[in-house]
């Protein structure tokens, strides 16, 4: 059992060591749709990599998220296989968005330093699967908010 010191010293050692394993600028925040971002996610159960559908606007999430699974068979078939969607992901906060997301499916844990470059791995291909996706098909996306 780790204190929360400990434990937070882990969490920024790990994004600092990820940071420095794979330094590029990734999409991210940088989508040009508010509420609708790309994220990396880590615990001590599980690592995830996160399409995040979370505007204050319920009615934009609901276009956004069906515009997404309109293109779930493209997902899956050239970008991401294991990808998840799930219309009512709880978060730790208790706030309930819509994610899209793949997990990790190797053992991991942030406070377990020989986990970590798996993880890492898994962050840097299926962000860049994300990525691709989103340039592929963001005129698309975007298309049901913007015209």
């Not at 882990?10 to 790309?38: A, D, Q, V």
């Not at 999430?61 to 309109?70: A, G, I, K, T």
């Not at 791995?121 to 962000?127: G, I, R, S, W």
């Amino acid at each position: 059992m780790y204190s929360k010191e400990e434990s937070e010293k882990l969490r920024k050692e790990f994004w600092t060591s990820f940071g420095k394993s794979f330094p590029r600028k990734w999409l991210l925040y940088n989508t040009k749709i508010k509420g609708f971002s790309f994220k990396f996610s880590a615990n001590t159960k599980e690592a995830l990599v996160c399409l995040d559908i979370e505007s204050a606007d319920r009615t934009k999430n609901e276009l956004l998220f069906d515009q997404v699974l309109e293109l779930k068979n493209n997902l899956i078939e050239d970008y991401l296989p294991d990808v998840i969607f799930d219309e009512l992901y709880l978060l730790e906060n208790g706030k309930i968005i819509h994610r899209i997301y793949v997990k990790y499916n190797k053992e991991f844990n942030i406070h377990n330093k020989n986990t970590w470059q798996g993880a890492f791995l898994f962050f840097n291909e299926a962000m860049h699967q994300f990525e691709e996706f989103y340039e592929d098909f963001e005129d698309f996306i975007k298309q049901v908010i913007y015209y």
